[in-house]
């Protein structure tokens, strides 16, 4: 059976802060979806949350961007958008950037990746979901997932990897259009990785298995700050990747998180701080953080979801996560100086650049 799965993320207002979701706002998100099943516009679906975020994750069998699918995701935040409002919660609608829907959710400010795909036998998958990041800190975990034998033994063991895998890398930079380069591993290993180095510049769109063809990965890549034009909040991307056989195995595209990276996020999307692997429906709380990622694993047949199985509620991350909370207590340390904060590039759409020219003004320059 041919499925497209979706997954559509955004944060439509917060208990206490960027903390979390309030109870009324899942419901009715919960709500929309069995009202999806029942109407037959979505085959299956669930609602889970990360950080301050909601996030859809539905079957059905319309394909990628499709109208209805995405209308379906936009109106469910506008609903909980009205809930937000009525609670007095904050940031309500915060990652819905335009006045009405038109026919696509990317551009508009939630967060969206989808596959549509043939099921195999067993078709197991993993749902991924950030929060106070940008949509680059997927960058070192999908490249080093299928690219590297460090962490990816399939491709020393397993033929069925041997011919490697195609990388469409997307310059989040360029706002005219969606621009985009395809490479592939292992012959443009060293180009990939000129690119990846920037992960708030170039960022990982989609992942294809060279023998089969077949997508094994997408990531959503949509920047908030180039659709508002200013600092609205972190993009808290998503990702789906297929797990297994021709792909690398669940534990094999774990094991990148397990660096806990250093990423781009934090409080008000300006810090560099460690990303912590958390459980499923995990809040925001240290400095409007720290970065998170969620791993939520499935099977799939004929459009109906198994039970999810939260991949991070495991023993050995509470010592990654543990290993996080110091790296990122390390960098914090350093406060606002140097790289423990973002870039001018990414400051430029803050307050910060009206403070400099005010600055600026107050310069003189010395005569001889």
């Known amino acids: 059976m041919k499925v497209t799965l ?45 950080g301050d975020d909601i996030a859809f994750t539905m079957t059905h069998t ?63 998958f993993i749902v991924f979901a950030g929060d106070k990041c940008g949509p680059g800190v997927f ?67 989609s992942v294809v298995e060279n023998n089969s063809g077949l997508t094994a990965a997408v990531a959503s890549t949509s920047r908030l700050h180039n659709i508002s034009g200013k600092y609205v909040g972190k993009d808290d991307p998503v990702a789906i990747v297929r797990t297994q056989k021709q792909f690398p195995s669940t534990g094999e595209i774990l094991s990148p998180w397990a660096l806990a990276h250093y990423t781009l996020g934090d409080n008000r999307g300006s810090h560099h701080v460690a990303v912590m692997p958390v459980k499923q429906n995990s809040i925001i709380s240290y400095f409007d953080g720290p970065t998170i990622i969620s791993a939520a694993g499935y099977c799939v047949r004929d459009g109906k979801l198994t039970e999810s199985v939260d991949l991070f509620d495991q023993p050995f ?6 290993k996080a909370s110091k790296k990122t207590l390390e960098i914090r340390a350093q406060g606002f100086y140097g790289p423990s904060m973002a870039p001018m590039d990414e400051l430029e759409y803050t307050g910060v650049m009206e403070n400099l020219k005010r600055l600026g003004e107050k310069f003189i320059v010395r005569k001889k």
């Open 6 to 50: 979706s997954v559509i993320k955004a944060d439509t207002g917060s208990v206490g802060g960027h903390n979390t979701p309030s109870q009324a706002m899942l419901a009715k998100a919960r709500e929309r979806v069995e009202e999806g099943i029942r109407n037959g516009l979505l085959t299956d679906g669930r609602v889970t949350f990360t």
């Open 62 to 124: 319309r394909g990628v961007d499709n109208a209805d699918i995405h209308k379906f995701a936009w109106d469910s935040f506008v609903e909980t958008t009205n809930i937000a409002k009525s609670q007095g919660l904050y940031g309500a609608g915060q990652d819905l950037l335009k006045d009405a829907f038109s026919g696509n959710v990317r551009g508009m400010g939630p967060g969206s990746a989808e596959i549509e795909f043939e099921e195999r036998p067993a078709e197991p």
């Open 139 to 205: 960058n070192y975990p999908l490249f080093e997932a299928f690219a590297s034998p460090y962490h990816n033994a399939g491709l020393l063991l397993a033929p069925d990897m041997n011919a490697g895998f195609t990388y469409t890398v997307m310059d989040v930079n360029y706002t005219e259009a969606d621009k985009v380069v395809t490479m592939k591993v292992p012959v443009d290993y060293y180009d990939i990785c000129t690119l990846l180095r920037d992960p708030n510049h170039y960022v990982i769109e």
């Open 317 to 322: 991350w509470d010592y990654i996560r543990e």
